[in-house]
């Protein structure tokens, strides 16, 4: 059972506070765009054993989305971020590093 | 045999004597004893029949880690199997019988199997009932289901509550012995918030069996006076009878509190489920003493060396007149002392290892005890009873030296730290040479949320076996976890322990160590579910080289008990067979609970009216004092129809919908989703959620809109109502509301986070009442105060005003075909409007109707129903929805999903109307079979029947369904099967079967 910061109210909430939204920084491909890029956009995920971006709504909580960056294998949380995000923020780029040298995830490193 | 002895037991009350019964025989204990300490007290030293080979079994331990001693327990509603006599507390009127025996415990029928043993090795079943495959069902499945599970099921309701508690301590130590006191007591002393909690009743753990000295006085006082301090501190809570089930992520764990077990007169919860959050977890679990590997050392009367010890003091009690003591370590020796200071007799000492001449060896000799040194247990001898066991050389093959008639053996194969906690969320262990066992890693914690291990183990669970070591282990534990750059923390000095010099032990994991086959099939391993050491052998013969499967195909540990004596000996067994050294066998997992918890404390309070919440519409009251009869859609509770007396629920619904048709019907639709969506970029938004414009509604106009999910399938509709320039009133279905609250905050925050828009879930702050049928607006006229006539409020518009003196909101939407007025007014109005309507109603013919009424109406309409006609595969083009699809939006969320080449096939099943030749009722979920059959032989099918009812309307079966290029065979019969294999002559035809030209809809 993950607990977790919200970074828009501010409490340490349990898993049981939360849904889970799946992988995040997805850019939504619409009307116009090829098939590959649409599949891509639609079904292809990252499933990394180590840094991972996701979604989190604080749904039985301020009812908020945000971003935890943590480590899938070890359950580490590096930091969140809220959802009005389209790329990690610095601090939580440097937050992993200190944590984990030479991280990668999608293009990110 | 086995008896109270005169004097002695710690742990009881002598002065308060406990009647219980035993297989319906009257026994009695005293106040204080467990079912296990009363019933060795009574002679009763066989308790059970074995799982497999039905062999007898008494008590082996004196803890949580007994395999034999399960019992079904109680009457009744109480009943329980599978109770552990050695943690049940014995209470006056306790009534107990044993399990898997038949006719009785003292003569078995299933005990021929033990003869049989032989044939019955590992994998048995697998390689028995494979073949002939039709025997599966008939013959091999009741065979084993006969002979499968030990304890009976319960048949009555349970009739104890249970209950959940949160709690969020700084530090949580788990484990009463001196390990834990000390650790909670060091961290409490830097101020931290303290939970300690144990499993039994007492505190001291072994401590208080053994008494070795602390601070200059006996571990006893020393208890004594650590628990007072403790009780004293505000920051320390202590809970005994609670033991701790599972570490999970991030600090948070479970705890089992058996609260009226033992007082089972106590009013409250029975058993409480601890859901604690901790900064820091201590676990001060202590170890488990393991069995060792002889030929017998299952016969009842063979106990745990430090098990027949727990006897004596705590209990007063024997297992038996002569003990002979077993063993591969200096422990034992305590147990032999202890028998001959009770003044029972100890015919000798084996001990395994070819020397030893530690301070408890010495004094056991003192003590005129004979100690045989590189010797051990060939056999025991006996079968519902030890009555001997016959000696031999460690060393050899088993050949008989001597033997010895005893009635009683105590084993000691040293002991294995209870590293459960620690594994259950990822601690690693190392394999500790000297000690041989396996021991955390402190080097590889369970890691928190931060990176860092959450987790210390202490005490002899972190493999400190002496009084010392564990204190000061716990103390530098406690300081640490509370705070990690301490080096003189507040926590305080250990404690200075002296205990007896101990010898090293020496690793024994078979006895004799060349024992014969025949021997090794006598030899227990796992003695719940009769697994032995030529068991796991035949297993790694067999190729089942990993531990996991070793497990499974020889059940090794997947008892209730699970494998808490029997681990570590059979993956020595199996590292041995296998040839590898034991740390690369490794461990199987270990998964929570720590023991077996109940079904009751999982679910709590959960159950009845609690196991979910109930939400109420304000007109609920009413609708259960006329009699309705209800069906759950998502957590409300909707009338399904309002029989009344004399009238079946199929009649009442026949009734509603043909008294709404011809005058009017009240449907109580608060239920229905309605969710506020305002902002300058309100408009926008909802053009990206439905799939038509809904920017161009005009305000006072209502419109029906769809909208999808991103993959473009259909997930929820509803009428929108355009309230001002930035507000619109989006209706959802009565299920859909959180959901498609939640997806409008999903795409807001997450992707549109720019737009300026606000979404607000009112569902409850308004009640919504459906006024349907062709005299609707006579009885809104009637109750006055709004001009709802024709040409005021049109079809698909809304008008504000003060209906009867209630302030209303009036919807002129329809989802039966007739002229119909949909009212929303405060919740707290709600009654009082639908008082009014019932009241004025009465004279034009005005009568409720339920939701099977409104499906029946909505049906003969070929209106779709979200669940019925979707379900999260159908697109809106599949229900011949085009006309609700913009196609001039750039986008909307399903456009693009859309266009994709599978959902543009024209060989997509499609929404039509079905019609039964003979006017029957097609059955729910029903498809239609085509010609030939598919690629796996079965029929080919070319539809499925989304909604069918009895139309009164029509007086015949009406039906929607998806067909295979349903709308271009038009008037074609199909034909759609019966369960029992019949078929339905169905006609395609147009979903809407009622007034097609929608005439009725002005009234």
Known sequence: MLTLHCPHCGTLAAETELTAGGEAHLKRFGPGSDDDSFEGYLFMRENPKGVHFERWRHSYGCGKWFIAARCTATLEVFGTYPAQSSAPPQHIRDAITARRPGWGWRDLA | ?1003
């Open chain 2, 1 to 1003: 045999m086995s008896t109270r002895l005169a004097t002695g037991g710690r742990l009881i009350d002598r002065a308060r004597a406990v009647d219980f019964t035993f297989n319906g025989k009257t026994l009695r204990g005293f106040a204080g004893d467990t079912l296990a300490s009363a019933l060795l007290a009574n002679d009763q030293m066989m308790i059970g029949r074995s799982f497999k080979y039905h062999r007898p079994r008494g008590v082996v331990a004196s803890g949580a880690e007994e395999p034999n001693g399960l019992v079904n327990l109680g009457l009744g509603p109480a009943f329980e199997p599978n109770a552990r006599v050695t943690t049940t507390a014995l209470f006056g009127g306790l009534t107990a019988e044993s399990q898997n025996h038949w006719p009785s415990l003292e003569f078995d029928i299933g005990a021929i199997n033990s003869a049989f043993a032989r044939f019955l090795p590992a994998g048995f079943y697998y390689k028995m009932f494979i073949h002939p495959r039709s025997f599966w069902k008939h013959i091999y499945e009741p065979f084993i289901r006969q002979s499968a599970g030990l304890g009976r099921a319960p048949k009555n309701r349970d009739a104890d509550s249970y209950e959940h508690f949160h709690a969020h301590v700084d530090v949580l130590v788990v484990g009463g012995g001196i390990a834990g006191l000390q650790a909670a007591l060091s961290a409490a002393r830097t101020g931290a918030e303290v939970l300690l909690i144990e499993q039994t009743a007492h505190w001291g753990g072994r401590a208080a069996v053994d008494d070795p000295v602390i601070d200059g006085t006996p571990a006893a006082y020393w208890i004594k006076t650590t628990l007072q301090t403790l009780e004293s501190m505000p920051n320390v809570r202590l809970r005994n009878h609670m033991m701790g089930a599972g570490l999970y992520d991030h600090g948070y764990a479970l705890a089992h509190e058996r609260l009226t077990d033992h007082a089972p007169a106590t009013p409250g919860p029975r058993h409480r489920l601890w859901r604690i959050r901790a900064g820091r977890i201590i676990t001060a679990t202590g170890a488990i003493e393991r069995p060792l590997s002889f030929a017998g050392n299952d016969v009842p009367g063979v106990l745990l060396a430090s098990a027949l010890r727990d006897y004596i003091v705590n209990y007063g009690v024997s297992a038996g007149d002569r003990t002979v003591v077993v063993t591969n370590n200096d422990d034992a020796y305590r147990t032999a002392i202890a028998l001959v200071q009770a003044g029972l007799i100890v015919p000798a000492i084996l001990d395994a290892r070819p020397q030893a001449d530690g301070p408890l060896v010495r004094q056991a000799r003192d003590l005129g005890i004979r100690v045989e040194q590189g010797r051990g247990i060939a056999k025991v001898q006996g079968r519902r009873r030890v009555t001997g066991v016959a000696i031999c050389a460690q060393a050899g093959e088993g050949a008989v030296l001597e033997e010895i008639s005893c009635d009683a053996v105590a084993m000691s194969g040293g002991w294995s730290p209870v590293v459960h906690l620690w594994s259950h969320c990822g601690g690693k262990l190392i394999w500790d040479e000297e000690q041989a066992m396996f021991r955390p890693d402190a080097t590889r914690p369970p890691l928190g949320a931060d990176g860092q291990g959450f987790v210390q183990v202490v005490g002899a669970a972190n493999g400190h076996l002496r009084t010392g070591a564990v204190l000061a282990d716990a103390a530098d534990a406690a300081d640490a976890a509370v705070l990690a750059d301490a080096a003189d923390a507040a926590g305080g000095e250990a404690p200075v322990a002296q205990d007896a010099e101990e010898t090293p032990m020496a690793p024994v994991w078979l006895m004799p160590q060349g024992a014969s086959l025949k021997l090794r099939q006598k030899m227990w391993l796992d003695f719940q579910n009769d697994v032995k050491v030529s068991d796991v052998q035949l297993a790694a013969r067999e190729g089942y080289e990993s531990v996991e499967h070793a497990k499974r195909y020889t059940t090794l540990g997947m008892a209730t008990d699970q494998g808490k004596l029997s681990n570590i000996n059979g993956l020595a067994v199996l590292s041995s067979a296998l040839n590898t050294p034991i740390p690369q066998v490794g461990t199987t997992t270990f998964r929570p609970p720590y023991t077996p918890i109940s079904m009751g404390a999982i679910g709590g309070a959960a159950r009845d009216a609690l196991f979910q919440p109930l939400r109420r519409t304000p007109l609920q009251d009413w609708h259960e004092a006329h009699g309705a009869t209800f069906e759950p859609v998502g957590q409300w509770r909707r009338p399904y129809a309002y029989p009344r007396a004399g009238e079946s629920t199929h009649d009442a619904v026949i009734r509603e919908v043909k008294n709404t048709r011809q005058a009017i019907g009240l449907l109580d639709a608060s239920t229905l989703g309605k969710l506020i969506v305002k902002g300058p970029d309100a408009g926008r938004f909802l053009d990206m959620l439905y799939t038509n414009v809904m920017s161009s509604l005009p305000v006072g106009r209502c419109r029906y809109g769809l909208m999808c999910s991103d993959n473009g399938f259909l997930i929820d509709d509803g009428v929108v109502a355009r309230l001002s320039d930035d507000t619109w009133l989006c209706h959802t279905t009565t299920g859909g509301a959180d959901r498609i609250h939640a997806h409008m905050e999903d795409w807001l925050q997450c992707e549109w986070w720019e737009w300026q828009v606000y979404v607000a879930n009112v569902t409850e702050q308004f009640a919504q009442i459906a006024v349907v049928g062709p005299k609707a607006r006579a009885l809104l006229e009637k109750l006055g105060g709004v001009d709802v006539s024709k040409a005021a409020l049109p079809f698909m518009h809304w008008a504000e005003g003060t209906l009867a003196g209630i302030p209303a909101r009036i919807f002129r939407i329809s989802f039966s075909g007739e002229l119909s007025y949909e009212v929303a007014v405060a919740a707290g109005q709600g009654r009082a409007l639908w008082d009014r309507l019932v009241a004025e109603g009465a004279a034009l013919g005005a009568m409720p109707y339920g939701t099977e009424a409104l499906h029946v109406m909505r049906a003969e309409k070929g209106y779709i129903m979200i669940g019925d006609e979707t379900d999260g595969t159908v697109i809106p083009q599949d229900l011949g929805l085009d006309w609700a699809i913009s196609k001039k939006k750039a986008d909307y969320l399903g456009k693009r999903a859309q266009e994709r080449s599978h959902m543009a096939d024209p060989e997509r099943w499609t929404l039509v109307g079905l019609e039964t030749v003979d006017g029957a009722v097609i059955p729910d979920g029903a498809y239609a079979v085509g010609d030939g059959v598919n690629a796996n032989g079965q029929r080919v099918t070319i539809g499925r029947v989304t909604s069918t009812y009895y139309s009164p309307t029509l007086g015949r079966g009406i039906a929607m369904g998806l067909v295979l290029r349903g709308p271009q065979r038009m008037g074609e019969v199909i034909d759609i099967p019966r369960l029992d294999g019949s078929i339905i002559k169905a006609r395609i035809v147009d979903p809407v079967v009622y007034d097609k030209a929608g005439e009725r809809l002005d009234g």
